[in-house]
């Protein structure tokens, strides 16, 4: 079963930091891009950014809105994708989804609030 | 950044009754390769987004027949031909032809 299953969300003070970590399964991790899409509470998507495959160089893309404060990168050796978010400010708080390039895969998501 | 402007934000709609969502993007969405990247995703309560149509008229494995994407340039449409009571959600279109992608606001779906 292709599977993404995001980790790592919580509570966490204006300006601190946060690691999101996205297990996959079910399908060649190592050759798909994979993207983060956050959803504030009561609002639409947005996507946060993109990362290729290695294979394709493994580069990565941004929103502007996270783009300086947020680092996307993957270890293929886990089939593991992260998100570090540093430099948190209260308009980051959302849903943050893991999802295949394609979107045709999504995770549940994974909850950051920011909040002094 | 390209604008996805939905229409309209909200619908109601009776049982079996016919539902329509257009979608227009502040540019072309033709790629350089001639395809077009325009998605639709179904949001229910509570759950993750799902992937209905890509490419302006593909449906997605396990798709109802119901769900049907028409649309080309910048102007584009959702379709359901007779809305069930499970259709209740957000539907969101998205394009991926420009970086960054972006979504649509999202028109919500719910039963008269």
């Known amino acids: 079963e292709v599977q993404l299953v995001e980790s790592g969300g919580g509570l966490v003070k204006p300006g601190e930091s946060l690691r999101l970590s996205c297990a996959a399964s079910?399908?060649?991790?190592?050759?798909?891009?994979m993207t983060w899409v956050r959803q504030a509470p009561g609002k639409g998507l947005e996507v946060v950014g993109r990362?290729?495959?290695?294979?394709?160089?493994?580069?990565?893309d941004y929103a502007a809105p996270v783009k300086g404060r947020f680092a996307i990168s993957r270890d293929d050796s886990k089939n593991t994708l992260y998100l570090q978010m540093n430099s948190l400010k209260t308009e980051d708080t959302a849903v943050y989804y893991c999802?295949?390039?394609?979107?045709?895969?999504w995770g549940k998501g994974t909850t950051v609030t920011v909040s002094s | 950044d390209v604008v996805m402007t939905q229409s309209p934000l909200s619908l109601p709609v009776t049982l079996g009754q016919p539902a329509s969502i257009s979608c227009r993007s502040s540019?072309?969405?033709?790629?350089?390769?001639?395809?077009?990247?325009l998605k639709w995703f179904q949001q229910r309560p509570g759950k993750s987004p799902r992937r209905l149509i890509y490419?302006?008229?593909n449906r997605d494995s396990g798709v109802p027949d119901r769900f049907s994407g028409s649309g080309s340039g910048s102007d584009f449409t959702l379709k359901i031909s007779r809305v069930e009571a499970e259709d209740v959600g957000v539907y969101y279109c998205?394009?991926?032809?420009?970086?960054?992608?972006?979504f649509g606001q999202g028109t919500k779906v719910e039963i008269k």
């Open positions: 999802v295949t390039d394609l979107m045709d895969v």
């Open positions: 079910g399908f060649t991790f190592s050759s798909a891009w």
């Open positions: 990362i290729k495959s290695n294979t394709d160089g493994g580069t990565t």
């Open positions: 540019q072309s969405l033709v790629h350089s390769n001639g395809d077009t990247y």
């Open positions: 490419k302006v008229s």
């Open positions: 998205m394009q991926h032809t420009h970086w960054p992608r972006t």
